[in-house]
């Protein structure tokens, strides 16, 4: 099992920045890549971003591009999601999500799941 804790959500106007974490314990988290997701009331959960186990690869949703940032500390056993210029559109409840070895996209790919943080964006 791997337990993951989101933080570092909550309201911030727009064209403002936010850097969301997640700690993960209970298994090797460099053995785990990551992703983010977001869920905005009434829509789908959808794809934000990912990283590979050793961060070097990083991948990200097309309206986030250039805005967010997705990294990790193998060491604290911590990811990160930097967000920057954000919009109303970005307000959510965040979620980290980790998947064994293999970095993906889609969210039934991940096993593990965070409970949440939520991110409002003021206009």
């Known amino acids: 099992q791997v337990q993951l804790v989101e933080s570092g959500g909550g309201l911030v106007q727009a064209g403002g920045s936010l850097r969301l974490s997640c700690a993960a314990s209970g298994r090797t988290f460099s053995n785990y890549a990551m992703g983010w997701f977001r869920q905005a009331p009434g829509k789908e959960r959808e794809f934000v971003a990912s990283?590979?186990?050793?961060?070097?690869?990083?991948y990200y949703e097309d309206s986030v591009k250039g805005r967010f940032t997705i990294s990790r500390d193998n060491a604290k056993n911590t990811v990160y999601l930097q967000m920057d210029s954000l919009k109303v559109e970005d307000t959510a409840v965040y979620y980290c999500?980790?998947?064994?070895?293999?970095?993906?996209?889609?969210?039934?790919?991940?096993?593990?799941w965070g409970q949440g943080t939520q991110v409002t964006v003021s206009s």
């Open positions: 999500a980790a998947n064994y070895l293999l970095v993906r996209t889609r969210s039934r790919d991940y096993d593990y």
């Open positions: 990283i590979s186990t050793g961060g070097g690869s990083t």
